[in-house]
Antibody, heavy 118, light 108 residues
Framework: EVQLLESGGGLVQPGGSLRLSCVAS????????MNWVRQAPGKGLEWVSG????????DYADSVKGRFTISRDNSKNTLYLQMNSLRAEDTAVYYC???????????WGQGTLVTVSS | EIVLTQSPGTLSLSPGERATLSCRAS???????LAWYQQKPGQAPRLLIYGASSRATGIPDRFSGSGSGTDFTLTISRLEPEDFAVYYC?????????FGQGTNLEIK
């Protein structure tokens, strides 16, 4: 079964850091681009960042550029999101999602909640 | 940035009825890379339609997508009780990849 499982969320103070992980199973992880998408409480979906299958190309939403870093370890089937200088507006459920070229994003993980508050 | 505007914001229908959801883009969507997702409370989004009109694996044929360029539609031919949820469109052709604000499909 194709699956993604996020972890690493939690409560962090403004200005703090957190690293999210997303472990993939059931498919050849190194063959696919990956993305992070977030959803603030009661709000819609916002793309955060994406990375190519080999990890050499990364892309970010303006709202996180310079603060967040996406990376991957294909030997561990794991995607990461390093989040620094966190703000209250970064509070959200963070999902990882596999990108299939031309065919949408599937599957999505179950999400991990990040709360930025003092 | 391509802005996606979904309408209506809320759609109230009964099981068995037909639902028509709209998604309009501020500029043409590259290669019609337009997807539709369904999200239920407490769950992750689920891919329904990609490439504007192709059904994802395992999606019932009562779900269909159409459109091109800047105007897209998701149609649910006969609503089942499990179809009541929030629906999002997404363009994945041009970075930043953007989502519409969602349509809440609720039971009348």
């Amino acid at each position: 079964e194709v699956q993604l499982l996020e972890s690493g969320g939690g409560l962090v103070q403004p200005g703090g850091s957190l690293r999210l992980s997303c472990v993939a199973s059931g498919f050849t992880f190194s063959n696919y681009a990956m993305n992070w998408v977030r959803q603030a409480p009661g709000k819609g979906l916002e793309w955060v960042s994406g990375i190519s299958d080999g990890g050499d190309i990364t892309d970010y939403a303006d709202s996180v550029k310079g603060r967040f870093t996406i990376s991957r370890d294909n030997s561990k089937n794991t995607l990461y999101l390093q989040m620094n200088s966190l703000r209250a507006e970064d509070t959200a459920v963070y999902y990882c999602a596999r990108g299939i070229y031309g065919s949408g994003w599937f599957p999505w993980g179950q999400g991990t909640l990040v709360t930025v508050s003092s | 940035e391509i802005v996606l505007t979904q309408s209506p914001g809320t759609l109230s229908l009964s099981p068995g009825e037909r639902a028509t959801l709209s998604c309009r883009a501020s500029q043409s969507v590259s290669s019609n890379y337009l997807a539709w997702y369904q999200q239920k409370p407490g769950q992750a989004p689920r891919l329904l339609i990609y490439g504007a009109s192709s059904r994802a694996t395992g999606i019932p044929d009562r779900f269909s997508g159409s459109g091109s360029g800047t105007d897209f539609t998701l149609t649910i031919s006969r609503l089942e009780p499990e179809d009541f949820a929030v629906y999002y469109c997404q363009q994945y052709g041009t970075s930043p990849y953007t989502f519409g604000q969602g349509t809440n499909l609720e039971i009348k």
